[in-house]
């Protein structure tokens, strides 16, 4: 017989009873629960190719749509492994130690993969390393294989000389490899430990050896594409993603239309228009664009009155989006708070209970939300210089995408009336910079209540950090227990590392490396 249908209280969606209680989804995210199985993303290229740039952001956007999806850096493995790094000299092909080493790194970053994605409610891991051989690739193949995940690798190709320098100037001469040495040594350096991995560098091959894998090889910082066997729904949506994304200079600015007249009478959503103080902000905000003196500005708005009215006041063209309209709130459409507590108290307890998931009566949530103005999201990463006029709910979505926000985050992100948010991409994040055009205005937000205050629960998406870099109060060694990932690989690993380099060790010493240390001691932190 057909179980008995209940419906969700919260999300408002109907799931199915049973023993006449709702079942409990068994995932640990509320997001959308996949059929296919986990992803493991495998990053392939030589260094300073934006394999940790592309990471990082395709990790970001992957958790903001709700696929929970966290970066394993193998470089943070093997700094955490060797305190101190000397030269270039590590990265030889016939450095034995050293090549063991960081064998042993990733298998330590795999072993935390399957981790995640077995255990913790991943499902989406990005393998950041270099994977530049072909047998490094066949055991992330196998070790795919083994544990039923989809691999989907990503190519980063790139030979012009200046976008590999500024990549190296801009990121890499300032990380904890190079903390103490001058940029010009570092410089040099590190182009050296790009060729040590060019002498063994073996491309992904569309056309015979890798024609069955899936793929896509970036060429060129985004010039061309190339994409082989996309097969899911996940790897589909990476494409079009990678596609879109552009590391030209750029600013976005955010901000919501003038104090509306709903906004004064403290009412939900509506299509009023602008208050005085909101044609005032209007104003100031046509200054502040022009002192800004951006050639080709694009100003984009909601379908709105209160977001049109703002936008006519610049003297410029401007485009609508009917995706920028704020969230809609049902049957609570232009209530108050204080009339939805008393007409709708149950709704108003749950609202408070899980904002991110809640769902008003006939009208929207925050992941609905989410969902609609993903549009926006592509074609904002496709442009340079924007004004996004928009909405509280809106623009809390839109910056928890820049800022990499999570989902319990979200709907209390301070986006006040009169104020416009300039966003700067800078090389693995983004740089806010609050500007208030000093126009009063009332205040819209509304803080989570005390007694519901917590911190990330399992219920909530994880953020797109790297395991060392976790906010966690107790991080996870990475290098400790290495002697037992063979386990979950099906090849053997190397012999165990000599007793004075190893890993499992609290103590261990500082690789000594043959050569020359022309570049001294870099302590890693």
């Known amino acids: 017989m057909p179980r008995e249908l209940t419906q969700n209280r ?81 990265f030889k092909a016939d450095n034995k130690d050293a090549v063991e080493i960081r064998h042993k790194c990733a298998i330590a970053a795999l072993r935390d993969v399957k981790a995640y994605l077995t255990e913790e409610g991943g499902q989406v891991a990005v393998f950041d390393a270099t994977n530049t051989t072909r047998d490094r690739r066949n055991l992330v193949c196998s070790f795919g294989n083994e544990h039923g995940f989809k691999i989907f690798f990503i190519e980063s190709v790139c030979e012009d000389p200046s976008v590999i320098a500024s990549n190296i100037m801009e990121v890499k001469v300032s990380c904890p490899d190079y903390q103490d040495c001058n940029k010009t040594d570092a410089m040099e350096d590190f182009q050296k430990r790009i060729e040590c991995y060019r002498q063994t560098y073996e491309p992904l091959d569309p056309d015979n050896y890798d024609r069955d894998l899936s793929f896509i090889k970036v060429i060129d910082v985004g010039r061309r594409f190339l994409a082989n066997r996309i ?56 200054n502040f664009v022009e002192e800004q003196n951006l050639a080709d500005l694009k100003v984009w708005t909601s379908q709105l009155r209160r977001s049109i009215q703002t936008a006519e006041a610049l003297g410029v063209p401007y485009e609508q989006w009917k995706a920028l309209n704020e969230i809609d709130a049902g049957v609570c459409e232009e209530m108050t708070y204080e009339e939805v507590r008393e007409k709708y108290p149950e709704e108003f307890a749950l609202r408070d209970e899980d904002k991110y998931y809640y769902r008003y009566p006939s009208g929207e949530s925050y992941q609905d939300l989410v969902q609609r103005v993903e549009p926006v999201i592509m074609e904002l990463e496709r442009q340079e210089n924007v004004l996004v006029i928009c909405h509280q709910a809106v623009m809390r979505c839109l910056l928890a995408y820049f800022l990499d926000k999570s989902a319990d985050e979200m709907p209390y992100l301070k986006c006040p009336l009169h104020t416009v948010l300039k966003l700067t991409p800078v090389a693995y994040g983004c740089k806010v910079e609050s500007i208030s055009l000093n126009v009063e205005a009332v205040n819209t937000h509304r803080d989570r209540p005390e007694e519901l205050k917590r911190g990330p629960g399992t219920l909530i998406r994880r953020n797109s950090v790297t395991p060392l870099t976790s906010p966690e109060p107790l991080k ?11 386990d979950m690989l099906p090849s053997p690993l190397p012999s165990p590392l000599p007793s004075t380099l190893a890993l499992c060790s609290s103590t261990h010493l500082p690789l000594a490396l043959p050569g020359p240390h022309w570049l001294g001691k870099a302590c890693l932190t």
């Open 231 to 286: 097969q899911d729904h996940i790897q589909s949506k990476i494409v079009y993603y990678l596609m879109n994304i552009h590391v030209q200079p750029r600013t976005i600015y955010l901000c919501r239309h003038g104090e509306s007249l709903d906004n004064v009478l403290g009412r939900l959503g509506g299509d009023s228009g602008l208050s005085s103080r909101g044609r005032k902000f209007s104003s100031a905000l046509a």
């Open 476 to 486: 996870k060694p990475r290098i400790d227990d290495l002697e037992e990932a063979p």
């Open 10 to 90: 919260i999300q408002k969606l109907w799931i199915p009873s049973k023993d006449d209680k709702p079942a409990v989804p068994s995932r640990a995210g509320r997001g959308p629960h996949l059929a296919n199985p986990p992803t493991l993303i495998v990053m392939v290229g030589l260094p300073a190719r934006g394999k940790t740039y592309m990471s990082r952001k395709l990790t970001r956007y992957l958790n903001w749509i709700g696929m929970p999806t966290k970066v394993f850096n193998v470089g943070e493995y093997r700094r955490e492994a060797v305190k101190h790094y000397s030269s270039f000299d590590f």
